[in-house]
């Protein structure tokens, strides 16, 4: 009874994340360039059940009961990297990162992905695929105050309202070429990225991504004047959030019927008249 009481509260835990999970990726429905989270249920590794014996010559001998599933959880969580949609929004420092021709990994089979690369006001480098960008009052391109960084590793200052940021991240002022170029870094393998708050990932032993700029084998362009949407599935977030609802519930309900016959139990089987 016991064993079937923590498989219950397992499952009712595993909903509980994945509703959490879906929660968020409908809220960052409409942050630009966000990407949806995906969640793996697995199942605790199976015991196999067996008892031991006497038989008739007093032998020891031991027989199988069968195998017994003691629950499930949520082993992790993977992003989902593929490219948004994009859409026009006619302000100049919004930048969408149009992903042309990106190469696999060969030890995944999984496509790479390309990034923005920001400087945090703590020095770190981050990196995003947000390109919601603005002009601060010194003139430097930013994401919620961290500093976009060209391809020389300085941070992009635009000193004229009149800019215009070309398909490989050259920027033009006053249709004048500043010798900056907008960086975009390359992630070969996704394994290794880990998302942070405010639309930022770092790598998960803080290695620097290399450049894309360059790189024969990438292919994309920038596109002023538009934005990358998240890639979040809204329809299908709210269907699985309902599934996850009721698989919970469900849980629920069976850990609850084991709760009344644990107090039966105690209470009435085990009185002594």
Do not use: C, W
């Given at each position: 009874m016991l064993r079937g009481f923590y498989t219950a509260a397992s499952g009712m835990l595993a909903q509980q994340r994945r509703a959490d999970v879906l929660s968020n990726n409908i809220a960052n429905a409409n942050t630009p360039g966000y990407k949806a989270e995906q969640d793996t249920l697995r199942a605790f590794p199976e015991m196999l059940l067996s008892y031991i014996e006497a038989n008739q010559h007093g032998r020891v001998a031991q027989k199988e009961i069968g195998s017994l599933n003691t629950g499930a959880y949520v082993q992790e969580l993977i992003p989902l990297y593929t490219q948004g949609d994009i859409r026009e929004t006619n302000l100049p420092s919004d930048l969408a990162l149009v992903e042309k021709e990106v190469p696999v990994f060969a030890e995944t089979n999984v496509k790479g992905v390309l990034f923005y690369a920001v400087e945090t006001t703590e020095g770190q480098i981050k990196y995003t695929r947000n390109?919601?960008?603005?002009?601060?009052?010194?003139?430097?391109?930013?994401?919620?105050?961290?500093?976009?960084?060209?391809?020389?590793?300085?941070?992009?200052?635009?000193?004229?309202?009149?800019?215009?940021?070309?398909?490989?991240?050259?920027?033009?002022?006053?249709?004048?070429?500043?010798?900056?170029?907008?960086?975009?870094?390359?992630?070969?393998?996704?394994?290794?990225?880990?998302?942070?708050?405010?639309?930022?990932?770092?790598?998960?032993?803080?290695?620097?991504?290399?450049?894309?700029?360059?790189?024969?084998?990438?292919?994309?362009?920038?596109?002023?004047?538009?934005?990358?949407?998240?890639?979040?599935?809204?329809?299908?977030?709210?269907?699985?959030?309902?599934?996850?609802?009721?698989?919970?519930?469900?849980?629920?309900?069976?850990?609850?019927?084991?709760?009344?016959?644990?107090?039966?139990?105690?209470?009435?089987?085990?009185?002594?008249?």
């Open positions: 390109g919601h960008f603005t002009l601060d009052p010194n003139g430097r391109l930013t994401l919620g105050g961290n500093t976009v960084l060209a391809t020389t590793g300085q941070p992009i200052v635009i000193n004229s309202p009149e800019y215009e940021i070309k398909a490989d991240g050259q920027v033009y002022v006053d249709g004048e070429p500043t010798g900056q170029q907008i960086d975009v870094r390359f992630a070969e393998d996704v394994r290794i990225l880990v998302r942070e708050g405010n639309d930022l990932y770092r790598t998960a032993d803080d290695t620097v991504l290399p450049s894309a700029v360059g790189n024969a084998l990438i292919n994309y362009e920038l596109k002023q004047g538009y934005l990358e949407n998240s890639n979040v599935d809204i329809a299908k977030s709210y269907t699985d959030l309902l599934t996850a609802y009721r698989s919970f519930e469900a849980n629920q309900k069976v850990l609850q019927a084991y709760d009344r016959s644990m107090e039966k139990a105690v209470n009435e089987i085990g009185r002594v008249r």
